[in-house]
């Protein structure tokens, strides 16, 4: 019999990259889909004969139990939730109510329903947000600087709360910032490298952007979701930073992507006030050591490379004539 799994926020980058990772691996896979209809199926268009969704909600605790018994999973990766940062600001209250009291709600349907079900959250570094130490480990104190930061750290101990209470198999990742050709259009890395197709491409000028010189941590979604399913594959349940180790500023995210394509980005980069944060998270570094360790897992693709993929699927998007409506306002 093979493996199932149940995807929350199956319809995003990490839900897409993880849903082709465990098909690879032979498991039978279910994604968790709200009832709406804005839902972006584009990053599952070559999934949907593979995979099977269902109807659900985390807002809705009975609906998380409906899909447990439907999909009787041995795994359950909870990837949903609000995650753009400046959107958490303006909705401080629904970023809680997913990212935050969602992943308990989860956590108790998984419990009454078969808590032999071994449990993956989504766990950020933005929970560190003004960081205490560099790097961050599994053992730096949080001080989250955002609703979406504090909702993250709700979230994660929920999930250790669980664990100890219930002796359930739940465990964290504490993920540093990683991207992909799939990226949302709202975080910062995607909307530079689309920017970068559009000006490469004559289809506009000028791009605006906020703190040129806050830093992160960098890696490859592909890379990241190997890390979730390594972290089920344990003996025991533990939490995990995974990342690169490796900061890059912001300017140097534009000096890539511009030389990319060609360009120089101080021809064509302004800065606006009014994408800055209300609280800055200015650098973020990750260590990993103990995913190395434990798990064998390490990144493959650099942040350069990372870069150079990203403007190359958005100059060959925009060559086919296909464009993306939302708008590009967001800040880092």
Known sequence: MPKRALITGITGQDGSYLAEFLLEKGYKVFGLVRRSSTINFERLVHLQDKIELLPGDLLDHNSLISALQKSEPDEVYNLASQSFVPTSWNQPVLTGEFTALGVTRMLEALRVTNPKIRFYQA??????GMARETPQSEKTQFYPRSPYGVAKLYGHWITV???????LF???GILFNHESPRRGFEFVTRKVSFSVARIKLGMQQKLKMGNLDAERDWGYAGDYVKA???MLQQDTPKDYVIATGITHAVRHLLEVAFGHAGLDYRDHVETDPSLLRPA???HLKGDASNAHRDLGWKPTVSFEELVQRMVDADVDRLR???ENPSPLLAAL
């Open 320 to 322: 086919k004539g296909v």
């Open 123 to 128: 766990s950020s570094s933005e929970m560190f």
């Open 228 to 230: 979730m399913w390594l």
């Open 170 to 172: 739940a465990c964290s």
């Open 280 to 282: 800055e998270v200015n």
């Open 161 to 167: 709360n669980y664990r100890e209470s219930y002796g």
